[in-house]
C-alpha cells in the first residue's frame, strides 16, 4: 500500500512539472491573395471590375462600383470596409488618387502584427477614368499593380501571391487589345490573360465580375449590367466566361 501511495505522489509530480499544452490562439481569414481588374469604357460610362482567386467566393468584398461615381478592389490582408468608404469619398467629389490616401490615412491599423494595413491592396478608378492603386510593402509576393497607357484605354490591374509581374502586364495588355469589345468582355479576356501568365501561384477557386452604369441594367430602375460571381469551382474563369457570354447575349436583345 505504502509503495503504490509513493508512486501516485511521483505521478503527481511530474505532472506538476510538464508544461501544459499551448493553447492555439485562433488566426485571422487568410490573405485574398487575387488578381483583379478595375475599368471605365468612356464611351458607355459603365465601369466595373473584375476578380480571380484561390479563396471562397472571392467576389464577397473585393469588388465595389457604383454608376456614374467609381469602383474599388480591396484585397491582400483586406479590410473590406475600403470598399465602401471609397464609394463614398468618390461621391464628395474624391479623384482616385485622393480616396486611396483618404482610406488609408484614415485606417486605425487594429492588428498591426497578424493583419496589418501594409500589406493591403486597395485600387480605385473614379467617374473620368482616372485609377491609383497602393500594395503594401507586407503583401505577399509577388505583389503589385499596373495601369494602362494606350490612348483611351482606362484601367488598373493588381494583385498579390502571384506567379509573377507577368501577371498584371498580360492583364493590362490584354484589355488594351480588345478596344471595342463590351467592357465585361474585355474584362473577361483580362482575366483569361492573367491566368494563361500563372495568376495566382496557389490555384483557382473563384472569380467575380461587377459592371455598372447609368439606366444600363435589365429591368427598369437598374445601374447594375452584370453582377456574377462562381463561389466554388476548379475553372471558375472558364465559368465566369460562360456567364457573361449569356449576360451580353441578353444586353443585345433589349
Not at 478592389?73 to 467629389?93: C, F, M, N, R, W
Amino acid at each position: 500500500m505504502r509503495r503504490a501511495y509513493a508512486v501516485v505522489l511521483g505521478l503527481i509530480a511530474i505532472s506538476a512539472c510538464q508544461t501544459p499544452p499551448v493553447r492555439k490562439v485562433p488566426h485571422p481569414w487568410p490573405p485574398i491573395a487575387t488578381f483583379s481588374i478595375l475599368a471605365m469604357d468612356s464611351t458607355t460610362g459603365e465601369i466595373g471590375g473584375a476578380v480571380q482567386s484561390r479563396v471562397f467566393s472571392v467576389g464577397n468584398g473585393v469588388l465595389w462600383a457604383e454608376a456614374g461615381v467609381g469602383a474599388a478592389a480591396t484585397q491582400a490582408i483586406v479590410d473590406v470596409s475600403y470598399g465602401p468608404k471609397a464609394i463614398a469619398a468618390l461621391k464628395e467629389g474624391l479623384s482616385a488618387e485622393q480616396v486611396v490616401a483618404k482610406v488609408m490615412d484614415a485606417d486605425p491599423d487594429p492588428r498591426p502584427t497578424d493583419w496589418s494595413k501594409q500589406g493591403r491592396q486597395f485600387a480605385v478608378i473614379d467617374s473620368k477614368g482616372k485609377v491609383f492603386a497602393f500594395t503594401g510593402p507586407r503583401a505577399t509576393e509577388w505583389a503589385g499593380h499596373k495601369s494602362c497607357s494606350a490612348s483611351g484605354s482606362l484601367c488598373t490591374a493588381q494583385g498579390n501571391i502571384l506567379a509573377g509581374e507577368a501577371v498584371v502586364d498580360s492583364m493590362v495588355a490584354a484589355y488594351e487589345r480588345t478596344a471595342g469589345q463590351h467592357l465585361s468582355l474585355r474584362l473577361m479576356e483580362a482575366l483569361e490573360a492573367g491566368q494563361r501568365a500563372g495568376g495566382d501561384k496557389r490555384g483557382m477557386q473563384s472569380a467575380a465580375m461587377l459592371v455598372v452604369g447609368k439606366g444600363r441594367g435589365v429591368w427598369l430602375n437598374n445601374d447594375v449590367v452584370l453582377r456574377l460571381q462562381v463561389d466554388d469551382n476548379p475553372e471558375p474563369i472558364k465559368e465566369l466566361r460562360r456567364l457573361v457570354e449569356r449576360g451580353t447575349a441578353r444586353l443585345r436583345r433589349r
